[in-house]
């Protein structure tokens, strides 16, 4: 049973597109969380919702778009997708009051040719 | 944040006991120490976390001295298969805490050979 899982494993797709990326929990938590992974391996956060609302929004272009249909899915859309954008995203969730302890998805593998 | 400062890597046999340190002289006094264990093409898992003193469970311990100015995660008996990044994290992350997200440095690797 997977705890986070997202969809696609591997995207490869050209500049200008547009893509999304799904990620679900069946862990029961309220917070859900996307990071991004670059090519030197920073990993750094780029939203998180509790209970399908925003609560963090760092300086990520508004070409990122993450919605929350429910508490348990957190989808990444990426409009005009740009060279800068190859990386692999992790989606990851919690529980509000344990933010510390995350539980990660396997990650997707962005590629922008 | 605390800003954390880690070795970047470290190496060991299988059997040994290792310990990485982590120095985070600007910790406040609602933070708490967080590590992760990231292994290739996966996303971090979460380790250990603690406060002060010493925090052990089925995976790691991890010792903390009074000034909290450093921590040590200790695996005992590490095997191949704890070849992986391990990242030390300071924050609050309670409800009141406004430190609600994790920041990852570079971490360690570690490598563990036979």
């Known amino acids: 049973d997977t705890a986070v899982s997202q969809t696609p494993k591997y995207l490869v797709t050209q500049m200008g597109n547009d893509k999304s990326i799904k990620c679900e929990q069946n862990?029961?938590?309220?917070?859900m969380y996307w990071y991004k992974q670059d090519s030197k391996k920073f990993l750094k956060i780029m939203f998180s919702?509790?209970?399908?609302?925003?609560?963090i929004n760092e300086t990520v272009p508004n070409r990122f778009s993450p919605k929350s249909p429910d508490k348990a899915h957190l989808n990444l859309h990426i409009n005009s997708l740009e060279l800068g954008d190859s990386a692999v995203y992790f989606c990851?969730?919690?529980?509000?009051?344990?933010?510390?302890?995350?539980?990660f998805g396997p990650g997707t593998r962005l590629t922008v040719t | 944040l605390a800003k954390t400062t880690q070795p970047i890597s470290m190496d060991s046999y299988e059997g040994q006991e290792v310990n990485i340190t982590c120095s985070h002289n600007?910790?406040?006094?609602?933070?708490?120490i967080t590590w992760y264990q990231q292994f290739p093409s996966q996303g971090p898992r979460f380790i250990i976390q603690?406060?002060?003193t010493k925090v052990t469970n089925e995976v790691a311990s991890l010792f903390i001295p009074a000034d909290r100015k450093s921590s040590t995660l200790s695996l005992p008996r590490v095997s191949l298969s704890d070849t992986a990044v391990y990242y030390c994290?300071?924050?609050?992350?309670?409800?009141?805490?406004?430190?609600?997200?994790?920041?990852f440095g570079t971490g360690t690797q570690l490598k563990v050979e036979l």
């Open positions: 990851a969730s919690s529980l509000r009051g344990r933010q510390y302890e995350q539980y």
């Open positions: 862990l029961g938590h309220d917070t």
């Open positions: 919702y509790n209970n399908k609302e925003l609560i």
């Open positions: 600007n910790i406040a006094t609602n933070d708490y």
């Open positions: 603690g406060y002060k």
């Open positions: 994290l300071v924050g609050d992350f309670s409800l009141t805490g406004g430190g609600n997200k994790l920041t």
